[in-house]
């Protein structure tokens, strides 16, 4: 059964006041007895606290590093930019349990991420610390530096990663993703995150990956391997090289790869889909691919059908591609 708090109806402002008041104790910025009063003024104003409570509830179950970055003290961008997706929030709890279906959804695409690039699009940041981000394709990232840490949080998508010297005040970097931690030992290397792990390529220095649920599983990969971890395993290290961060170039290098495979990768950097018909699926493809905007995966299907005895076949205005045999 649903609690009051949750089936009646609240207005956007009343939300929206909850949400500040939120932040406000939060951070210090308010008394108790002033918050108790506006609380106390109005049935409504108690029933938007029961709802924000409600979220804090929701909230004290995910794990602290990847909690709602809208509830930390924004860097930058200022407290009008920190209330007013606190206030979206606010109003998806208008709809519990809807909402916070929806909020999840949301967060789990990085739609609140500081940092994102749209498919196609690739991203290069310089942080405070001299790490060199850059983003790869449809990717979001939160960073969260404090006096005693330095986290990348990966929401979703791909990262290549160049630390800076030894951070002055010994703060560990972490790069969390939902699967885990990926923590560099002076190095470079790549992380991205899929549905179904984190995979981690290290091309210089080492770097420690452990599970989120399985901190003995954790492995310290050399330069030139790769893994894959999950919430409670990592997969045995393999060999990598620097082909894997190939796409902070603008290419994607293929050795014998599966035509399916190569077609999900760059359906990655374009809207829509490419996909592949069953009897051209398992074609093996090598070769040196354009990737980035959509002009540039277009070059990397006009090359596949100049070499291969493929047609491209394009519907719903070019939204979804199929690769089938010649005919």
Same mark, same amino acid.
């Given at each position: 059964?649903?609690?009051?708090?949750?089936?009646?109806?609240?207005?956007?402002?009343?939300?929206?006041?909850?949400?500040?008041?939120?932040?406000?104790?939060?951070?210090?910025?308010?008394?108790?007895?002033?918050?108790?009063?506006?609380?106390?003024?109005?049935?409504?104003?108690?029933?938007?606290?029961?709802?924000?409570?409600?979220?804090?509830?929701?909230?004290?179950?995910?794990?602290?590093?990847?909690?709602?970055?809208?509830?930390?003290?924004?860097?930058?961008?200022?407290?009008?930019?920190?209330?007013?997706?606190?206030?979206?929030?606010?109003?998806?709890?208008?709809?519990?349990?809807?909402?916070?279906?929806?909020?999840?959804?949301?967060?789990?695409?990085?739609?609140?991420?500081?940092?994102?690039?749209?498919?196609?699009?690739?991203?290069?940041?310089?942080?405070?610390?001299?790490?060199?981000?850059?983003?790869?394709?449809?990717?979001?990232?939160?960073?969260?530096?404090?006096?005693?840490?330095?986290?990348?949080?990966?929401?979703?998508?791909?990262?290549?990663?160049?630390?800076?010297?030894?951070?002055?005040?010994?703060?560990?970097?972490?790069?969390?993703?939902?699967?885990?931690?990926?923590?560099?030992?002076?190095?470079?290397?790549?992380?991205?995150?899929?549905?179904?792990?984190?995979?981690?390529?290290?091309?210089?220095?080492?770097?420690?990956?452990?599970?989120?649920?399985?901190?003995?599983?954790?492995?310290?990969?050399?330069?030139?391997?790769?893994?894959?971890?999950?919430?409670?395993?990592?997969?045995?290290?393999? /060999?990598? +090289?620097? $082909?894997?961060?190939?796409? !902070?170039?603008?290419?994607? %290098?293929?050795?014998?790869?599966? #035509? =399916?495979? *190569?077609?999900?990768?760059?359906?990655?950097?374009?809207?829509?889909?490419?996909?592949?018909?069953?009897?051209?699926?398992?074609?093996?493809?090598?070769?040196?691919?354009?990737?980035?905007?959509?002009? /540039?995966? +277009?070059? $990397?299907?006009?090359?596949? !059908?100049?070499?291969?005895? %493929?047609?491209?076949?394009?519907? #719903? =205005?070019? *939204?979804?591609?199929?690769?089938?045999?010649?005919?």
């Amino acid at each position: 059964m649903k609690s009051a708090a949750a089936s009646a109806v609240i207005s956007s402002e009343a939300l929206d006041e909850a949400a500040d008041w939120l932040l406000r104790l939060r951070d210090g910025e308010a008394d108790r007895q002033s918050f108790e009063q506006w609380r106390s003024s109005s049935p409504e104003h108690a029933r938007a606290w029961a709802r924000a409570e409600m979220l804090l509830g929701k909230i004290a179950a995910v794990p602290p590093a990847l909690a709602l970055p809208a509830l930390d003290r924004p860097t930058r961008g200022g407290r009008r930019a920190a209330l007013a997706k606190i206030g979206k929030l606010a109003l998806l709890l208008g709809l519990l349990p809807a909402g916070w279906t929806a909020w999840s959804l949301m967060e789990r695409q990085g739609l609140f991420a500081e940092y994102r690039t749209a498919a196609g699009e690739r991203r290069e940041l310089r942080l405070a610390d001299g790490t060199r981000l850059t983003l790869n394709t449809a990717t979001a990232v939160d960073v969260r530096f404090s006096p005693d840490s330095r986290l990348i949080l990966l929401r979703t998508g791909e990262i290549l990663v160049a630390t800076g010297h030894d951070d002055a005040a010994g703060r560990p970097l972490q790069v969390l993703t939902r699967h885990g931690a990926a923590t560099p030992l002076g190095t470079r290397f790549t992380v991205r995150q899929g549905d179904g792990g984190t995979h981690v390529a290290v091309f210089e220095g080492r770097v420690r990956i452990a599970p989120m649920r399985a901190s003995d599983a954790a492995r310290v990969l050399e330069s030139g391997q790769r893994a894959t971890y999950g919430e409670s395993a990592v997969t045995p290290p393999q /060999a990598t +090289d620097d $082909s894997a961060s190939a796409w !902070a170039h603008g290419m994607l %290098l293929a050795d014998d790869m599966p #035509l =399916s495979e *190569l077609a999900a990768e760059l359906s990655r950097y374009r809207p829509g889909l490419i996909h592949c018909a069953g009897d051209v699926a398992d074609w093996r493809v090598s070769g040196a691919f354009p990737v980035g905007d959509a002009a /540039a995966i +277009d070059r $990397s299907l006009a090359m596949l !059908a100049a070499t291969h005895p %493929l047609d491209i076949r394009r519907r #719903l =205005s070019g *939204l979804w591609v199929t690769l089938g045999a010649r005919r």
